[in-house]
């Protein structure tokens, strides 16, 4: 990936960290709409390891209240300032599908990637505006919007409809000259509890795309609707389906607990390097 005009190998898989600078995020314990708790978080994710932090001020949760994009923006500029006070040289996703406000991350904050849950569905100049900033761009799957998604998870054939969606969105990213693009199956959006266990089971076939692959089910309902917990206690199942993902092929896993799945790619890399 070409991140800010470095490039970054991804012949190792690479952490993103969450900083979620929302008071309404689904994990309660990933909150943190404070200054204080927002440098304190930051410090983490990259003491931890991650190679990416990525920030989200509009949380995507099922029935998320939805925000203007001036307090988004709000929200963002705190979390970014204090990015760059910090790490100046930190990679840095936002988590938006405001083409403007993708603009402004990446023009005033240099923000190196943008990773829109709607796959340009939400803004019909998120395209045109990522191809403009020259920036790597994460397309995820999704259907309607975060306060609809879950009244949208009829599917006659799951894989078949995806793999369309994706191939139509980066035929039409390439020809406006994106070239970094990295897909997201979308764990959790739009799509059943049995819908994201058969992603999981078929992740090679995304890999196969030939394009970077990212998952992010970290604490997510697929893990603790299934075990009859909650995100508070789902960390166990994170790494399960990290390793998972990892087998499948993921190079980009984004996760809450950043040391957690550090460990899981060291594991797992370990494992397929090792020969008798």
Not at 183 to 212: C, H, Q, V, W
Not at 259 to 273: D, P
Request: charged share 25%; hydrophobic share 40%; net charge negative.
């Amino acid at each position: 990936m070409n991140l800010g005009g470095e490039l970054v190998s991804l012949s190792r898989p690479r952490v993103m960290g969450i900083l979620n600078v929302t008071p309404d995020s689904f994990y309660a314990g990933s909150r943190t709409p404070e200054r204080e708790q927002i440098a304190a978080r930051v410090r983490q994710i990259i003491d931890e390891g991650a190679d990416i932090i990525d920030i989200g001020a509009y949380s995507s949760r099922p029935q998320a209240t939805d925000i203007s994009p001036d307090e988004e923006m709000r929200r963002l500029a705190t979390g970014l300032e204090i990015i760059r006070t910090l790490y100046p040289r930190a990679h840095v996703s936002v988590d938006t599908f405001r083409a403007e406000i993708a603009s402004r991350c990446v023009r005033e904050y240099g923000v190196q990637i943008v990773n829109d849950i709607s796959g340009g569905e939400l803004d019909s100049h998120m395209f045109e505006t990522v191809a403009d900033l020259k920036v790597a761009y994460i397309l995820m799957h999704m259907k309607g919007t975060p306060q609809t998604m879950m009244q949208q998870t009829r599917y006659d054939h799951l894989m078949a409809e995806m793999l369309y969606y994706f191939a139509e969105r980066i035929a039409r990213l390439e020809n406006l000259g994106v070239n970094d693009i990295i897909i997201d199956p979308g764990f959790g959006f739009s799509k059943t509890l049995d819908d994201n266990y058969r992603l999981m089971n078929r992740l090679d076939e995304f890999a196969r795309i030939g394009l970077p692959l990212l998952v992010g089910i970290s604490r997510k309902s697929m893990i603790y609707k299934m075990l009859g917990t909650s995100p508070d206690e789902s960390l166990n199942g994170t790494s399960v389906l990290n390793t998972l993902a990892l087998l499948g092929g993921a190079h980009i896993l984004r996760v809450h607990d950043v040391k957690e799945a550090v460990e899981t790619i060291k594991i797992v890399s370990k494992t397929l390097q090792s020969t008798e």
